[in-house]
């Protein structure tokens, strides 16, 4: 069984690989041909991702003993955006490639 200490370091983690995943997007967008939609949904997730991260933030911090089922909703949220993040930076990555294969032929 996982104790709490366990839990939170592992809840951290992830909140702190969120926070890289952000920065490492941003510093892409900065330099990567985007559209104007690609640009408000990144904009869109980032927001939503900042808040997820606030609200887990403000339930670890008042988190007590048991099952917290708005932090469980949260951290799974926060699970999905991950998800969704990554596999944005794929696609981003993928085009990128094409882009530059078409660049050659």
Same mark, same amino acid.
């Given at each position: 069984?996982? !104790?709490?200490? !366990?839990?939170?370091?592992? &809840?951290?983690?992830?909140?702190?690989?969120?926070?890289?995943?952000?920065?490492?997007?941003?510093?892409?967008?900065?330099?990567?041909?985007? !559209?104007?939609?690609?640009?408000?949904?990144?904009?869109?997730?980032?927001?939503?991702?900042?808040?997820? #991260?606030?609200? *887990?933030?403000?339930?670890?911090?008042?988190?007590?003993?048991?099952?917290?089922?708005?932090? *469980?909703? &949260?951290?799974? #949220?926060?699970?999905? *955006?991950?998800?969704?993040?990554?596999?944005?930076?794929? !696609?981003?990555? &993928?085009?990128?490639?094409?882009?530059? #294969?078409?660049?050659?032929?």
């Amino acid at each position: 069984m996982m !104790t709490d200490e !366990t839990y939170f370091a592992r &809840l951290e983690s992830k909140l702190d690989a969120l926070e890289r995943d952000l920065s490492n997007r941003r510093k892409y967008a900065k330099g990567g041909p985007w !559209t104007h939609d690609s640009m408000v949904k990144a904009n869109d997730i980032d927001n939503r991702a900042r808040q997820i #991260q606030a609200k *887990l933030k403000m339930r670890l911090d008042a988190a007590s003993r048991g099952v917290d089922w708005e932090l *469980l909703k &949260l951290e799974l #949220q926060n699970d999905w *955006l991950l998800l969704i993040n990554s596999f944005g930076h794929w !696609t981003r990555r &993928l085009d990128q490639k094409f882009r530059e #294969q078409d660049k050659i032929a």
